[in-house]
């Protein structure tokens, strides 16, 4: 190894580990920290909140990985051109692409064991994650927004029913509350179509895994269609006090713990096989991809960041002012990566929502960054 690769990762060595320590403890504080104090609070045992915390560290680190990387790359260029380290290599006849060699070398390493981490560490961690913080504070969960989840049919080419529960639920109680089901029918010539809608103000599991529901104080309807018009029509309207099976065959669909899954929804869970086999099964049911398009290519945009990061760190640190020193580096740092976490999450959004094709919508913050590191680095180099 030359001397110079030796001195520029010499120098951002420590201001990654440094950087990486920090924005973990940042995003760890503003995510993750209220949330494990309330189950403390709550009662929960120290152990458990403690399990909570450590399972929930590991895709934190995934997305410190590019903030570290910018932060040391803008440091170690900082400080060499404050010390004029770099006039004297532009001076010996030092380019400043040469002088940026090591950075790109360990920017394609952190990205390399960025993907591995999040592919082999995060998934198990995450999925030990919400079980346990499920688990732990199933006595005292009670969640008030809204959930809705579909139900297909056995060959998974329609959905058979959906359900809403507008009034959340109750762990303790095994409560669900302004639950609506509406149960479509399959027979030829109405497929589509609603075959029966149920409102219940509450249904409760009669059992501990919730297999068996029973329903109060609601009203179901039920449908059917003219022959000659095919003009739906309502065949049927009951008020009810309590029921406890639901008419036409319409069910819950899951178990209490399964209503209560339905609103993870944490890509980290999945693998990039696990989640690009999941889309193609949902492609062969003919069900929309796109947000699960965007997850999986964020799972390789972010570690990308990396690389990105660490050059735009590099062209920004050499032209740090003189007497700005590590505040001005940090400051920086932050502020870059506050903008880039903006965008990006921006981008997953509209993604999700249709409004641009997922590989653009998970890679567009990527892309910025590259062309604003080609011309810093341009900058730079003259």
């Known amino acids: 190894m030359r001397l110079i690769d030796r001195l520029v990762i010499k120098d951002m060595i420590g201001p990654f580990l440094n950087g990486l320590f920090m924005f973990i403890i940042l995003i760890f504080a503003a995510a993750y920290l209220f949330?494990?104090?309330?189950?403390?609070?709550?009662?929960?045992?120290?152990?458990?909140?403690?399990?909570?915390?450590?399972?929930?560290?590991?895709?934190?680190?995934?997305q410190t990985f590019p903030m570290a990387m910018l932060l040391g790359s803008l440091l170690a260029f900082g400080r060499?051109?404050?010390?004029?380290?770099?006039?004297?290599m532009f001076?010996?006849?030092?380019?400043?692409?040469?002088?940026?060699?090591?950075?790109?070398?360990?920017?394609?390493?952190?990205?390399?064991?960025?993907?591995?981490?999040n592919d082999l560490v995060v998934p198990p961690a995450t999925?030990?994650?919400?079980?346990?913080?499920?688990?732990?504070?199933?006595?005292?969960?009670?969640?008030?927004?809204?959930?809705?989840?579909?139900?297909?049919?056995?060959?998974?080419k329609e959905i058979d029913e959906t359900i809403a529960i507008s009034g959340g639920l109750d762990a303790k109680t095994k409560t669900l509350?302004?639950?609506?089901?509406?149960?479509?029918?399959?027979?030829?010539g109405r497929k589509g179509e609603p075959d029966a809608v149920i409102y219940a103000k509450r249904a409760t599991a009669v059992d501990d895994k919730g297999l068996n529901w029973k329903f109060y104080d609601g009203r179901f309807t039920l449908f059917g269609s003219d022959p000659k018009t095919r003009i739906l029509e309502?065949?049927?309207?009951v008020d009810f006090k309590r029921l406890d099976t639901l008419p036409r065959a319409a069910t819950i669909g899951k178990t209490f713990d399964g209503v209560l899954n339905s609103e993870v929804t944490d890509p980290n869970r999945k693998?990039?096989?696990?989640?690009?086999?999941?889309?193609?099964?949902?492609?062969a049911n003919g069900a929309d991809t796109k947000g699960k398009e965007v997850d999986l290519y964020g799972k390789i945009a972010l570690p990308l960041a990396s690389l990105i990061f660490g050059i735009v760190g590099a062209a920004l640190g050499l032209n740090t002012q003189r007497g700005g020193g590590k505040a001005?580096?940090?400051?920086?740092?932050?502020?870059?990566?506050?903008?880039?976490?903006?965008?990006?999450?921006?981008?997953?959004?509209?993604?999700k929502g249709g409004a641009i094709p997922p590989f653009l919508a998970a890679f567009l913050a990527d892309i910025v960054g590259g062309i604003a590191g080609y011309v810093l680095v341009r900058r730079a180099s003259k």
């Open 328 to 351: 001005v580096g940090f400051g920086v740092a932050i502020f870059i990566v506050f903008l880039y976490w903006i965008f990006y999450h921006s981008m997953f959004v509209v993604g």
């Open 271 to 283: 693998s990039f096989r696990e989640l690009q086999r999941e889309i193609a099964e949902d492609r």
């Open 35 to 62: 949330p494990a104090t309330d189950l403390l609070v709550s009662g929960v045992p120290l152990i458990t909140v403690a399990k909570v915390v450590m399972f929930s560290l590991p895709s934190v680190v995934t």
């Open 80 to 88: 060499l051109s404050q010390d004029r380290e770099a006039v004297a």
């Open 177 to 188: 509350k302004n639950v609506s089901i509406t149960k479509f029918s399959h027979e030829p």
């Open 234 to 237: 309502d065949l049927l309207t």
């Open 127 to 156: 999925i030990a994650y919400w079980n346990l913080k499920q688990n732990a504070g199933r006595s005292l969960l009670k969640i008030e927004k809204p959930l809705s989840y579909s139900i297909f049919t056995p060959d998974g």
């Open 91 to 117: 001076a010996a006849g030092v380019s400043f692409g040469r002088m940026i060699r090591p950075v790109w070398l360990l920017g394609i390493a952190v990205s390399v064991a960025a993907f591995f981490w």
